[in-house]
């Protein structure tokens, strides 16, 4: 039986694919830089915001200190970016049907803890019970570090857990857990990054069925 299923955030529960594009141009116009496309912004989204912001830098060839550049960066979420950010179609009717069901809802993300918060109430507050966004000192995924400390935190086995994602990390950090896998093809990665994965769903609400089984 699952008693948990840990989400990805960016492209699996939220599409932030405006969000993203504009506090990162915001970023770059701070420090006298013209404005990247959104594709070429977003193709370098999973992997921690620094990452982000180095593989921008590395776009416009734009050399500068990044904890100067991430601390102006995450400043700019102060301002609450979530009217930005759309809850994906149907997403919000699978997390009440699982919270119906007793199963517990939790964020697994590389963004930011500070910037994840934000977002998740902005967005989906009332259907979520935990979230865990980046943590000084905690690996970020694929790393298992932070999936066993929700395991552990809500006494659930590795067995009555999902894990559901976009792109091939998120397959990877359940395998890495010892979880199962669920990858969504409606996010930024694709059918591609995720079809590895234990189960590859279509739309939000096809998770519900995985649970009959």
Known sequence: MIKLIAFDMDGTLTDTSRMIPAIVNKTLAHYGKGPLPA???LCHVGHGARNLLIGVMEECGFEADID???AYYDSLYDEDPSPLVDPYEGVKEMLAALGEKGVRRVVLSNRPHNQTLLICKGVLGGYLDEVYGQREGIPMKP???ALHTILRDNGVSEQECLYMGDMHFDVD????????SVGCV???GGYEQVKTAD???QKPLELLDILEK
């Open 143 to 145: 790393d298992p570090t």
């Open 186 to 188: 409606w996010g930024l």
């Open 39 to 41: 594709e070429r912004i």
């Open 173 to 180: 950090v359940a395998k890495n857990a010892g979880v199962r």
């Open 68 to 70: 100067e550049i991430f």
């Open 199 to 201: 189960f590859v769903i």
